[in-house]
Protein backbone atom coordinates (compact mmCIF):
# COMPACT_ATOMS: atom_id res chain seq x y z
CA UNK A 1 0.00 0.00 0.00
CA UNK A 2 1.23 3.19 -0.53
CA UNK A 3 1.79 6.20 1.17
CA UNK A 4 -1.42 8.13 1.46
CA UNK A 5 -1.66 11.96 0.95
CA UNK A 6 -3.54 14.12 3.74
CA UNK A 7 -6.62 14.66 1.69
CA UNK A 8 -6.70 10.42 2.06
CA UNK A 9 -6.85 10.88 5.78
CA UNK A 10 -9.71 10.86 8.56
CA UNK A 11 -9.98 10.94 12.32
CA UNK A 12 -9.35 6.84 12.71
CA UNK A 13 -5.76 8.10 11.65
CA UNK A 14 -5.58 10.54 14.84
CA UNK A 15 -3.27 9.46 17.33
CA UNK A 16 -3.85 10.72 20.57
CA UNK A 17 -1.15 10.75 23.02
CA UNK A 18 -2.47 10.16 26.66
CA UNK A 19 -2.30 12.90 29.50
CA UNK A 20 0.44 12.87 31.90
CA UNK A 21 -2.36 11.79 34.01
CA UNK A 22 -4.98 9.30 33.61
CA UNK A 23 -7.95 10.27 32.11
CA UNK A 24 -10.26 8.25 35.04
CA UNK A 25 -11.08 9.94 37.98
CA UNK A 26 -9.64 9.00 41.42
CA UNK A 27 -11.81 7.53 43.41
CA UNK A 28 -12.50 9.27 47.01
CA UNK A 29 -14.23 5.71 48.38
CA UNK A 30 -12.29 4.20 51.14
CA UNK A 31 -12.28 0.73 51.85
CA UNK A 32 -14.85 -0.15 54.40
CA UNK A 33 -12.92 -2.61 56.42
CA UNK A 34 -15.33 -4.88 57.17
CA UNK A 35 -13.34 -7.15 59.00
CA UNK A 36 -11.38 -4.90 61.34
CA UNK A 37 -11.50 -5.59 64.70
CA UNK A 38 -12.70 -3.35 67.58
CA UNK A 39 -10.14 -2.30 70.49
CA UNK A 40 -9.96 0.32 72.92
CA UNK A 41 -6.94 3.13 73.65
CA UNK A 42 -5.38 2.27 76.39
CA UNK A 43 -1.89 4.10 75.85
CA UNK A 44 -0.59 6.61 74.02
CA UNK A 45 3.42 7.77 73.45
CA UNK A 46 4.57 9.50 70.40
CA UNK A 47 2.65 8.76 67.47
CA UNK A 48 2.08 4.95 68.81
CA UNK A 49 -1.00 3.87 70.21
CA UNK A 50 -1.50 0.63 72.50
CA UNK A 51 -5.34 -0.90 72.06
CA UNK A 52 -6.77 -3.58 74.19
CA UNK A 53 -8.55 -5.75 71.61
CA UNK A 54 -12.00 -6.25 72.53
CA UNK A 55 -10.89 -4.27 75.51
CA UNK A 56 -9.36 -7.33 76.70
CA UNK A 57 -6.09 -6.08 78.87
CA UNK A 58 -4.40 -9.69 77.54
CA UNK A 59 -4.45 -8.27 73.93
CA UNK A 60 -2.45 -5.91 73.85
CA UNK A 61 -1.97 -4.24 70.03
CA UNK A 62 0.18 -1.80 69.06
CA UNK A 63 -0.93 0.69 66.30
CA UNK A 64 -0.17 3.59 63.77
CA UNK A 65 -2.89 6.17 62.93
CA UNK A 66 -3.82 5.15 59.38
CA UNK A 67 -3.07 8.09 56.94
CA UNK A 68 -6.78 8.21 55.77
CA UNK A 69 -7.71 9.56 59.62
CA UNK A 70 -5.40 12.73 59.01
CA UNK A 71 -4.90 14.43 62.22
CA UNK A 72 -8.17 12.87 63.85
CA UNK A 73 -7.20 12.82 67.23
CA UNK A 74 -7.42 9.38 69.16
CA UNK A 75 -6.76 9.60 73.03
CA UNK A 76 -7.33 7.41 76.19
CA UNK A 77 -10.54 5.17 76.25
CA UNK A 78 -11.37 5.77 72.46
CA UNK A 79 -12.74 2.87 70.82
CA UNK A 80 -11.10 2.06 67.53
CA UNK A 81 -10.90 -0.03 64.40
CA UNK A 82 -8.20 -1.92 63.69
CA UNK A 83 -6.68 -3.52 60.46
CA UNK A 84 -3.38 -5.38 59.61
CA UNK A 85 -0.98 -7.02 61.85
CA UNK A 86 -3.59 -7.43 65.23
CA UNK A 87 -1.57 -10.44 66.87
CA UNK A 88 0.27 -8.04 69.69
CA UNK A 89 3.75 -9.79 68.68
CA UNK A 90 6.77 -8.13 68.82
CA UNK A 91 7.57 -5.48 66.29
CA UNK A 92 4.23 -5.79 64.99
CA UNK A 93 2.41 -2.51 64.34
CA UNK A 94 -2.08 -2.46 63.26
CA UNK A 95 -3.30 0.22 61.80
CA UNK A 96 -6.13 2.23 63.91
CA UNK A 97 -8.51 2.73 60.49
CA UNK A 98 -11.31 4.37 62.49
CA UNK A 99 -12.51 6.37 65.72
CA UNK A 100 -16.15 5.60 67.13
CA UNK A 101 -18.30 8.52 68.44
CA UNK A 102 -17.77 9.11 72.01
CA UNK A 103 -19.95 8.29 74.64
CA UNK A 104 -18.54 11.34 77.23
CA UNK A 105 -15.37 13.41 77.07
CA UNK A 106 -12.94 14.97 79.95
CA UNK A 107 -11.40 17.79 78.65
CA UNK A 108 -9.51 21.00 79.61
CA UNK A 109 -7.52 24.14 78.60
CA UNK A 110 -4.13 25.23 79.40
CA UNK A 111 -6.16 27.95 81.30
CA UNK A 112 -9.33 30.30 81.19
CA UNK A 113 -8.12 31.80 78.26
CA UNK A 114 -6.59 29.71 75.89
CA UNK A 115 -8.87 28.59 72.98
CA UNK A 116 -7.39 25.43 72.44
CA UNK A 117 -8.99 22.15 74.29
CA UNK A 118 -7.23 19.13 74.87
CA UNK A 119 -9.45 15.55 75.16
CA UNK A 120 -8.11 14.04 77.82
CA UNK A 121 -10.30 10.46 78.06
CA UNK A 122 -12.81 9.47 75.93
CA UNK A 123 -15.64 7.23 77.25
CA UNK A 124 -15.62 7.08 80.21
CA UNK A 125 -18.40 6.89 82.47
CA UNK A 126 -17.37 8.39 85.90
CA UNK A 127 -14.89 10.62 87.37
CA UNK A 128 -13.24 10.15 90.32
CA UNK A 129 -12.14 13.30 92.27
CA UNK A 130 -9.39 12.06 94.73
CA UNK A 131 -9.03 14.82 97.50
CA UNK A 132 -7.17 14.55 100.98
CA UNK A 133 -9.40 15.49 104.06
CA UNK A 134 -5.62 16.96 105.23
CA UNK A 135 -2.04 16.88 104.15
CA UNK A 136 -2.33 18.38 102.29
CA UNK A 137 -6.08 19.91 103.47
CA UNK A 138 -8.51 20.10 101.13
CA UNK A 139 -9.15 22.66 97.75
CA UNK A 140 -12.69 23.14 97.18
CA UNK A 141 -12.06 25.47 94.30
CA UNK A 142 -9.88 22.38 92.17
CA UNK A 143 -13.03 20.03 93.47
CA UNK A 144 -15.65 22.57 91.54
CA UNK A 145 -13.70 23.19 88.75
CA UNK A 146 -13.50 19.09 88.02
CA UNK A 147 -16.76 18.38 88.70
CA UNK A 148 -17.83 21.39 85.81
CA UNK A 149 -15.41 19.33 83.67
CA UNK A 150 -17.16 15.93 83.98
CA UNK A 151 -20.62 17.56 84.22
CA UNK A 152 -19.76 19.79 80.53
CA UNK A 153 -18.32 16.20 79.28
CA UNK A 154 -20.77 14.14 80.08
CA UNK A 155 -18.72 12.09 82.67
CA UNK A 156 -20.73 11.27 86.41
CA UNK A 157 -18.55 13.10 89.10
CA UNK A 158 -17.63 10.69 92.08
CA UNK A 159 -15.71 12.59 94.93
CA UNK A 160 -13.28 10.00 96.85
CA UNK A 161 -12.24 11.54 100.48
CA UNK A 162 -8.71 10.24 101.23
CA UNK A 163 -6.92 10.29 104.91
CA UNK A 164 -10.00 9.92 106.95
CA UNK A 165 -7.73 8.99 109.27
CA UNK A 166 -6.24 12.34 109.77
CA UNK A 167 -9.47 14.24 109.67
CA UNK A 168 -13.53 14.13 109.98
CA UNK A 169 -14.87 14.00 106.49
CA UNK A 170 -18.39 15.15 107.41
CA UNK A 171 -18.22 18.72 106.52
CA UNK A 172 -16.51 18.26 103.14
CA UNK A 173 -19.45 15.81 102.27
CA UNK A 174 -21.96 18.59 103.65
CA UNK A 175 -20.25 21.35 101.18
CA UNK A 176 -21.84 19.30 97.99
CA UNK A 177 -24.83 17.23 99.60
CA UNK A 178 -26.74 19.77 97.46
CA UNK A 179 -25.25 18.06 94.79
CA UNK A 180 -27.03 14.61 95.41
CA UNK A 181 -22.89 13.22 94.00
CA UNK A 182 -21.70 9.76 95.08
CA UNK A 183 -18.88 10.17 97.67
CA UNK A 184 -16.71 7.77 99.16
CA UNK A 185 -14.03 8.06 101.93
CA UNK A 186 -10.79 6.10 102.59
CA UNK A 187 -8.30 5.60 105.30
CA UNK A 188 -4.24 5.06 105.25
CA UNK A 189 -4.49 2.27 106.99
CA UNK A 190 -7.20 -0.03 105.64
CA UNK A 191 -8.19 -1.31 102.04
CA UNK A 192 -10.23 0.91 99.37
CA UNK A 193 -13.23 -1.65 99.04
CA UNK A 194 -15.71 0.92 99.02
CA UNK A 195 -13.78 2.59 96.05
CA UNK A 196 -13.33 -0.95 94.35
CA UNK A 197 -16.98 -1.50 94.40
CA UNK A 198 -17.57 1.68 92.90
CA UNK A 199 -15.30 1.12 89.82
CA UNK A 200 -15.96 -2.80 88.78
CA UNK A 201 -17.21 -3.19 85.68
CA UNK A 202 -16.87 0.55 84.78
CA UNK A 203 -14.08 2.92 83.26
CA UNK A 204 -13.36 5.38 85.48
CA UNK A 205 -10.92 8.68 85.68
CA UNK A 206 -9.22 9.56 88.29
CA UNK A 207 -7.90 13.07 88.96
CA UNK A 208 -6.27 14.58 92.15
CA UNK A 209 -3.35 17.09 93.58
CA UNK A 210 -0.16 15.79 94.01
CA UNK A 211 0.05 14.54 97.92
CA UNK A 212 -3.71 13.79 97.76
CA UNK A 213 -2.86 9.68 97.81
CA UNK A 214 -4.14 9.18 94.06
CA UNK A 215 -1.07 6.74 93.53
CA UNK A 216 -1.40 4.82 96.25
CA UNK A 217 -4.77 4.50 96.13
CA UNK A 218 -4.14 3.24 91.84
CA UNK A 219 -2.17 0.79 93.47
CA UNK A 220 -3.76 -0.41 95.95
CA UNK A 221 -6.94 -0.97 93.02
CA UNK A 222 -4.39 -2.24 90.24
CA UNK A 223 -1.80 -4.25 91.96
CA UNK A 224 0.79 -4.91 88.67
CA UNK A 225 -0.12 -0.84 88.18
CA UNK A 226 3.90 -0.06 88.12
CA UNK A 227 4.34 -3.15 85.73
CA UNK A 228 1.76 -2.01 83.57
CA UNK A 229 2.92 1.73 83.32
CA UNK A 230 6.73 0.36 82.68
CA UNK A 231 5.38 -1.52 79.46
CA UNK A 232 3.44 1.14 78.74
CA UNK A 233 6.82 3.25 78.44
CA UNK A 234 8.23 0.72 75.98
CA UNK A 235 5.96 1.62 73.28
CA UNK A 236 7.89 5.20 72.69
CA UNK A 237 11.03 3.65 73.25
CA UNK A 238 11.88 4.00 77.11
CA UNK A 239 10.39 7.58 77.45
CA UNK A 240 8.63 7.74 81.07
CA UNK A 241 4.82 8.10 81.03
CA UNK A 242 4.20 10.15 84.48
CA UNK A 243 2.88 13.02 82.50
CA UNK A 244 0.56 10.77 80.31
CA UNK A 245 -2.86 9.23 80.96
CA UNK A 246 -2.90 5.20 80.77
CA UNK A 247 -5.39 3.13 81.38
CA UNK A 248 -5.15 0.44 83.83
CA UNK A 249 -7.13 -2.79 84.05
CA UNK A 250 -8.49 -3.71 87.28
CA UNK A 251 -8.60 -7.16 88.47
CA UNK A 252 -11.66 -8.55 87.41
CA UNK A 253 -13.72 -6.41 85.18
CA UNK A 254 -13.60 -2.40 84.76
CA UNK A 255 -10.58 0.06 83.85
CA UNK A 256 -9.05 3.05 85.59
CA UNK A 257 -7.66 6.24 83.65
CA UNK A 258 -4.86 7.45 85.74
CA UNK A 259 -4.50 11.30 84.53
CA UNK A 260 -1.30 12.08 86.77
CA UNK A 261 -0.69 15.22 84.29
CA UNK A 262 -3.55 16.83 85.40
CA UNK A 263 -3.32 19.59 88.26
CA UNK A 264 -5.95 21.86 87.29
CA UNK A 265 -8.78 22.48 84.97
CA UNK A 266 -9.01 25.54 82.34
CA UNK A 267 -12.95 25.82 81.37
CA UNK A 268 -12.36 28.03 78.85
CA UNK A 269 -14.60 25.45 76.29
CA UNK A 270 -17.42 25.32 78.99
CA UNK A 271 -20.45 27.61 78.64
CA UNK A 272 -22.45 28.20 81.75
CA UNK A 273 -25.03 26.36 79.93
CA UNK A 274 -23.15 23.48 79.61
CA UNK A 275 -22.63 23.46 83.43
CA UNK A 276 -26.81 24.37 83.88
CA UNK A 277 -27.28 21.50 81.20
CA UNK A 278 -26.58 18.66 84.30
CA UNK A 279 -28.95 19.79 86.64
CA UNK A 280 -32.26 18.48 86.33
CA UNK A 281 -35.05 21.23 86.38
CA UNK A 282 -32.47 24.22 86.32
CA UNK A 283 -31.46 23.48 82.81
CA UNK A 284 -35.37 23.52 81.59
CA UNK A 285 -35.86 27.07 83.40
CA UNK A 286 -32.47 28.29 81.93
CA UNK A 287 -34.28 28.55 78.59
CA UNK A 288 -36.20 31.47 80.31
CA UNK A 289 -33.19 33.69 81.28
CA UNK A 290 -32.24 36.67 79.10
CA UNK A 291 -29.71 35.79 76.41
CA UNK A 292 -26.39 35.79 77.06
CA UNK A 293 -27.55 35.25 81.02
CA UNK A 294 -24.58 33.64 83.05
CA UNK A 295 -27.11 32.44 85.82
CA UNK A 296 -25.21 33.52 88.38
CA UNK A 297 -27.92 35.96 90.04
CA UNK A 298 -26.90 39.28 91.71
CA UNK A 299 -25.50 42.07 90.49
CA UNK A 300 -24.09 39.67 87.12
CA UNK A 301 -26.78 38.83 86.53
CA UNK A 302 -30.28 40.69 88.36
CA UNK A 303 -32.62 38.97 86.04
CA UNK A 304 -31.70 35.21 86.32
CA UNK A 305 -34.80 33.60 86.21
CA UNK A 306 -33.20 31.04 88.26
CA UNK A 307 -33.85 33.11 91.48
CA UNK A 308 -38.03 33.20 90.05
CA UNK A 309 -38.19 29.22 89.81
CA UNK A 310 -36.40 28.72 93.26
CA UNK A 311 -39.27 31.49 94.64
CA UNK A 312 -41.91 29.39 93.17
CA UNK A 313 -41.05 26.50 94.80
CA UNK A 314 -39.82 24.77 91.77
CA UNK A 315 -36.35 24.20 92.73
CA UNK A 316 -34.38 23.92 96.09
CA UNK A 317 -32.17 27.02 97.14
CA UNK A 318 -29.38 24.87 98.17
CA UNK A 319 -28.53 23.22 95.08
CA UNK A 320 -29.01 26.85 92.80
CA UNK A 321 -26.45 27.80 95.63
CA UNK A 322 -23.94 24.62 94.42
CA UNK A 323 -24.72 25.64 90.75
CA UNK A 324 -23.79 28.79 91.12
CA UNK A 325 -20.41 28.29 92.95
CA UNK A 326 -19.70 25.81 90.21
CA UNK A 327 -20.42 28.84 87.94
CA UNK A 328 -17.92 30.84 89.73
CA UNK A 329 -15.47 28.64 89.63
CA UNK A 330 -15.87 28.22 85.48
CA UNK A 331 -15.90 31.97 85.58
CA UNK A 332 -12.45 31.50 87.50
CA UNK A 333 -13.95 33.23 90.45
CA UNK A 334 -13.30 30.33 93.12
CA UNK A 335 -12.05 31.77 96.74
CA UNK A 336 -9.42 28.63 96.85
CA UNK A 337 -8.75 28.02 93.46
Excluded at 180 to 185: I, L, N, Q, S, T
Aim: aromatic share 4%; proline share 6%.
Amino acid sequence: MGKRGWRDLDESDVRVRPGRRSSRPRSKRRPEHADAETAMVVAVDRGRWTCAVDGDPERRVTAMRARELGRTPVVIGDRVGLVGDTSGAPDTLARIIRVQDRTSVLRRTADDTDPYERVVVANAEQLLIVTALADPPPRTGFVDRCLVAAYAGGLEPVLCLTKADLAAADELIATYSALDMPVVVTRMDTDPQDVRDRLDGRVSALVGHSGVGKSTLVNQLVPDAERATGEVSDVGKGRHVSTSAVALALPGRGWVVDTPGIRSFGLAHVTPDDVTAAFEGFAEAAEECPPNCGHLGGDDDPDCHLDTFVDDGHGSAEQLASLRRLLLSRAGRSPDG
